[in-house]
């Protein structure tokens, strides 16, 4: 099935550090999402863009929806080691269902 | 009840042998979505149900995979003759709206078949 081009594929850093991800489409999307899995649990939903432009925060997370409507990033500002996990973007259109990108694994050495 | 529940939490089944897997949405929660996650992947579409109606099952791989919701609440999804390739997490998650937005995820079904 479709999956959207998620990068980097995994991120080793250290605790205190910036991180930045990002997500693109051939498709126009309407609404973009970013959620964090852990091991053996579901995905949670981090951030939820709507708007082309948007730029949304969730504490240290930043998140915009591209002017394109192809692409998304998401920041992490000052990772903790709770940070740990694979997060993941997702980008609906008209019908309403997510496509997911393929993850991206983000490991933080205190 | 407070979040999505879905059981069994593992599943081995021997190849060609059927199963069964158990969704449990958030109470009141109107759309259910089924999602089949394979090892470092991210989550791939099955299908969709508004209430009891199945809107959308343009992700099942194949004939042997059959959703139900019959009740507009709790659904199953059946897989038919497993083969090893069916190995994967499935993934079931509810929304209050119409659409996705927002929507809350299970802890998923680990399914090996051996």
């Known amino acids: 099935g479709q999956q959207l081009n998620q990068s980097p594929q995994s991120m080793f850093i250290q605790e205190g550090e910036d991180v930045s991800m990002n997500c693109t489409s051939s498709?126009?999307?309407?609404?973009w999402l970013w959620y964090k899995q852990d091991p053996g649990e579901g995905p949670v939903l981090l951030i939820a863009?709507?708007?082309?432009?948007e730029l949304t925060s969730n504490g240290r997370l930043t998140a915009q929806f591209g002017i394109t409507r192809k692409d998304s990033f998401l920041n992490i500002s000052a990772s903790i080691p709770s940070d740990v996990g694979i997060y993941f973007c997702?980008?609906?259109?008209?019908?309403?269902?997510?496509?997911f990108g393929r993850g991206t694994s983000l490991i933080v050495h205190p | 009840g407070a979040g999505v529940s879905q059981s069994p939490r593992y599943k081995v089944a021997k190849r060609g042998q059927d199963v069964a897997l158990r969704c449990d949405p958030i109470?009141?929660?109107?759309?259910l979505f089924w999602y089949q996650q394979a090892l470092g992947q991210g989550p791939e579409f099955l299908t969709y149900f508004q209430n009891e109606a199945q809107l959308d099952k343009s992700g099942l791989p194949s004939d042997r995979f059959f959703a139900e919701r019959p009740e507009g609440s709790v659904s199953t999804l059946k897989i038919q003759r497993t083969q090893q390739e069916d190995s994967a997490v499935y993934l079931c998650a509810s929304s209050s709206g119409q659409g996705a937005y927002g929507y809350t995820f299970g802890s998923g079904t680990r399914l090996t078949v051996v």
């Open positions: 109470s009141g929660h109107v759309s």
């Open positions: 498709s126009i999307f309407n609404t």
């Open positions: 997702a980008g609906s259109g008209g019908s309403y269902i997510p496509t």
């Open positions: 863009l709507y708007k082309a432009g």
